[in-house]
Structure formats: structure tokens, C-alpha cells
């Protein structure tokens, strides 16, 4: 058996036959869209869930902001509540420690009225000098007893801390800034100062002072 070529001519003619003609380009083509397949009504039923959604979880939030503020205004008065009460415990605390000290000063008052009564009419003016001696030992020795302390100075050297020089005088027998005298006495009370003491302290003398002087004491 013999087989022909198919000649190009051939081929040319299939591709002219009608039946196997292209589709022309502006031609519509039907193109399946899968959206168009879904129901507009439950779209929107999706949508309203949603915001309903929303909706529901915004209220819960806004319960929850409001819950969280109440409990924030009733922690704060308690913390006022507390403060007032430690303020006005502490106030009492104080007023009742004052009364305890006052009470402690009642005898040392009664002796300075006895002593006032009856210095006037004793000839003897030393025994009343004794007896308000013996009233400022004894309040002295109260005082110290609630914690009061004198803040010695004299002989020792100034001290910013305790100490407040009010005058400088020149003095060759000591070290510059050694207290020389106590003009006013400082106290603390329970480690804390009430007052400092007024000091008189010393400087190194001029030399050019002493040599002068020398000079007018030989003359």
C-alpha cells in the first residue's frame, strides 16, 4: 500500500473550511463568575451579623470600662480614708504626747510659784538663788529625760552643722576656728536639731597687729 504526501495545498484548504473558521475577536464570550452565584440576601445577612457582632462586643468593652472606673473612685476614697485616719491618729498621737509632757512640767511650775512666794519675804537671798538652781537642774534633768540634748561647744572646734559663729576674735593660744564662748545654747531633740548654737570662735591673730603692738610697748 501506498501512501501520498498530503500536499501543502491540502492544508491550505482545511484551514479555508467554514467548519474550523476562529472565533471572531469581538465576539462576547460567556465567562461563569462564581459571584454572581451567591444569593444578595444572604450577603446582607453576613453584613447585619457582623455589626451586630460589633455592636454586641462595643457594649461589653463600654461595661467593662465603666466597671473598671467604679473600682478605681472606690479604691481612691479608701486611700483617702486611709490617709484621713493616719492624719488624724497622728494628730492625736501628738496632742496626747503634749499633754503627757505638760503634765510632766506641773511640779516644776508649782516650785517656781512657791519660790516666787516666798522670795520676797526671805532675807536670805542665797537659799532663793539655791532653790531656782535647784527648779532649772530639775527641769533641765526632765528635759533631758524626753530626749533633749544641749549641743556643747565651747572649747572644741566649729562645727557648720551645730554650730553658728556670730562674731571671729583673734587668739594665738588655740587653733583657728575653736569655739571660744557660747553665746546662746543649741539643742537637739531625738537626733534632730532645734537650734544651733550661737558661737564667738577664734582666727589666727595679724601679724603685722602684734608687731605693732611689740613695737608700742617698747616705746
Do not use: C
Request: aromatic share 4%; net charge negative.
Amino acid at each position: 500500500m501506498k501512501f501520498r504526501k498530503k500536499e501543502s495545498s491540502d492544508l491550505k484548504d482545511e484551514n479555508l473550511n467554514p467548519e474550523t473558521e476562529p472565533t471572531p475577536l469581538n465576539e462576547e464570550v460567556a465567562v461563569e463568575n462564581p459571584a454572581e452565584d451567591v444569593p444578595v440576601n444572604q450577603d446582607k445577612n453576613t453584613k447585619t451579623t457582623e455589626v451586630d457582632e460589633l455592636k454586641t462586643e462595643v457594649a461589653k468593652l463600654t461595661t467593662q470600662v465603666d466597671e473598671l472606673r467604679d473600682l478605681l473612685a472606690r479604691r481612691i476614697a479608701e486611700i483617702d480614708n486611709i490617709k484621713r485616719r493616719h492624719r488624724e491618729e497622728s494628730l492625736k498621737t501628738w496632742s496626747d504626747a503634749e499633754g503627757r509632757f505638760i503634765t510632766s512640767l506641773l511640779p516644776i511650775i508649782d516650785n517656781f510659784d512657791r519660790a516666787a512666794e516666798i522670795a520676797p519675804k526671805t532675807e536670805d537671798k542665797q537659799k532663793v538663788v539655791d532653790g531656782f538652781i535647784l527648779i532649772h537642774d530639775s527641769l533641765a534633768k526632765l528635759l533631758e529625760q524626753k530626749g533633749l540634748q544641749k549641743i556643747e561647744a565651747k572649747g572644741k572646734q566649729f562645727d557648720y552643722n551645730l554650730h553658728n559663729a556670730i562674731m571671729r576674735q583673734p587668739n594665738a593660744e588655740v587653733e583657728p576656728d575653736t569655739v571660744l564662748e557660747e553665746v546662746q545654747t543649741g539643742y537637739i531633740y531625738k537626733d534632730q536639731i532645734l537650734r544651733h548654737t550661737n558661737v564667738i570662735i577664734s582666727e589666727k591673730p595679724d601679724n603685722d597687729s602684734g608687731n605693732n603692738s611689740e613695737e608700742e610697748t617698747e616705746n
